[in-house]
């Protein structure tokens, strides 16, 4: 079935600094991919998104590429603040399997000042 | 737009009672999904409705859970005769359907079984 892997964490970073969290896939169909973000003591938030090969998916400064030939879609941020601090999810949607989605474990980031 | 919104936001109960947790969708969306998420993990899906159809459940559904979407709104998922196990978070989504696939997640019910 798909899966979804993610860089373990923790994750400590300088406020300032470059993020890199990796992410890699397998699917048997298309898959549309994400990156969701949960905040301290809140619900999943879409980070953003990209629906086929070569897509970049941006938002809050955060990008992502969809490498079909790596099977990846690594988040990047060139300058990460305090306030990024939180859990990133990847996360896939296949159409083989009626667009539920299925998400990697999880990686925590925590930015310092 | 209210957003997905759940209740309780936290249960606590005791071993071999039954739980019932509500999930109000964003009011235009069709499809409505339930996941369970344990302490350093991502997201499981759990089950999905189109309208008031359930279209798909997962293995990890076991039969102690059923979960209805009467009219096509709002949803429940009911445990029976609760387990330690089932302690998690329980979250519920919903989208609009096929041709956007973007789910919306609420804040969750977690869940304490003692």
């Known amino acids: 079935g798909d899966s979804v892997t993610q860089m373990e964490g923790p994750v400590t970073l300088s406020e300032e600094a470059f993020l890199t969290i990796n992410c890699t896939y397998t699917a048997t169909g298309y898959p549309s991919l994400f990156w969701y973000v949960q905040y301290p003591g809140e619900g999943l938030q879409l980070l953003l998104k990209?629906?086929?090969?070569?897509d970049k998916g941006s938002n809050k400064g955060f990008e992502a590429t969809y490498r079909k030939e790596t099977t990846s879609f690594h988040l990047e941020k060139g300058s990460v603040q305090v306030s990024d601090s939180a859990v990133y999810f990847c996360a896939l949607s296949d159409d083989n399997y009626g667009q539920n989605f299925v998400f990697g474990p999880g990686t925590r980031l925590s930015v310092l000042p | 737009d209210t957003g997905v919104s759940q209740d309780p936001r936290h249960k606590i109960t005791k071993r071999g009672q039954n739980v019932t947790f509500r999930c109000d969708p964003i009011?235009?969306?069709?499809?409505l999904y339930w996941y369970r998420q344990t302490l350093g993990q991502g997201p499981e899906f759990l089950t999905y409705?189109?309208?008031?159809?359930?279209?798909?459940k997962s293995r990890l559904l076991s039969d102690r859970f059923s979960a209805e979407r009467p009219k096509g709104s709002f949803s429940t998922l009911e445990i029976q005769r609760t387990e330690q196990g089932d302690s998690a978070m329980y979250l519920c989504?919903?989208?609009?359907?096929?041709?956007?696939?973007?789910?919306?997640f609420g804040p969750g019910t977690r869940l304490l079984v003692l």
């Open positions: 409705f189109q309208n008031e159809a359930q279209l798909e």
């Open positions: 990209a629906t086929k090969a070569d």
């Open positions: 989504a919903s989208s609009q359907g096929w041709a956007e696939e973007t789910q919306y």
């Open positions: 009011s235009e969306h069709n499809r």
